[in-house]
T-cell receptor, first 114, second 109 residues
Framework: KAGVTQTPRYLIKTRGQQVTLSCSPI?????VSWYQQTPGQGLQFLFE???????NKGNFPGRFSGRQFSNSRSEMNVSTLELGDSALYLC?????????????FGQGTRLTVV | TQLLEQSPQFLSIQEGENLTVYCNSS?????LQWYRQEPGEGPVLLVT?????EVKKLKRLTFQFGDARKDSSLHITAAQTGDTGLYLC?????????FGTGTRLLVSP
């Protein structure tokens, strides 16, 4: 079966702009989690969506937001981009809540803010 | 704040050597997962350990969960170049996965 698909793979944005990243989970998976990965901070949890509802949120500013659609596809948005937002953004899908079951990760979107 | 510290951060070894990676925390986790991530890819789950003291083997990889469910180790026997990658532990608790700081392993021929 198809894996987790993230689009786009690479993005270059300017400070102050906003960006929307997309994640299509594995068919049948209802949970989508988003993570930010940087060399200095490692993998940091952003938020998790399950059946269109945000179930948990990490310690990120309100500029980071997300949503999930009825087909379980998810988007995350970052507004007013800062240089420090440059990172690999990963989404993971799982059948149910991600923390207690296998999470399948996409290849990520590498965002560069200049 | 839950923290998972991994050691060592970097490891460069020759093919055929053995190695152990440690994942330590002051928090108790309901389960602990180990992932491997290769360049340009997302992490891939290797194993989940649930019970304190549990040992799981995956070919040349041996995973152990500490008795108190606060720490874990990954031992690789006779490392191969294909084992090169970033190894991440992740603890399940408080309704989210908390990832460790990562161990970057390089196995040279």
């Amino acid at each position: 079966k198809a894996g987790v698909t993230q689009t786009p793979r690479y993005l270059i944005k300017t400070r102050g702009q906003q960006v929307t990243l997309s994640c299509s989970p594995i068919s049948g998976h209802r949970s989508v989690s988003w993570y930010q990965q940087t060399p200095g901070q490692g993998l940091q949890f952003l938020f998790e969506y399950f059946s269109e509802t945000q179930r948990n949120k990490g310690n990120f500013p309100g500029r980071f937001s997300g949503r999930q659609f009825s087909n379980s596809r998810s988007e995350m948005n970052v507004s007013t981009l800062e240089l420090g937002d440059s990172a690999l953004y990963l989404c993971a899908s799982s059948l149910v809540q991600s923390y207690d079951t296998e999470a399948f990760f996409g290849q990520g979107t590498r965002l560069t803010v200049v | 704040t839950q923290l998972l510290e991994q050691s060592p951060q970097f490891l460069s070894i020759q093919e055929g050597e053995n190695l152990t990676v440690y994942c330590n925390s002051s928090s108790v986790f309901s389960s602990l997962q180990w992932y491997r991530q290769e360049p340009g890819e997302g992490p891939v789950l290797l194993v989940t350990v649930v019970t304190g003291g549990e040992v799981k083997k995956l070919k040349r990889l041996t995973f152990q969960f500490g008795d108190a469910r606060k720490d874990s180790s990954l031992h690789i026997t006779a490392a191969q170049t294909g084992d090169t990658g970033l190894y991440l532990c992740a603890g399940a608790g408080f309704q989210k996965l908390v990832f460790g700081t990562g161990t970057r392993l390089l196995v040279s021929p």
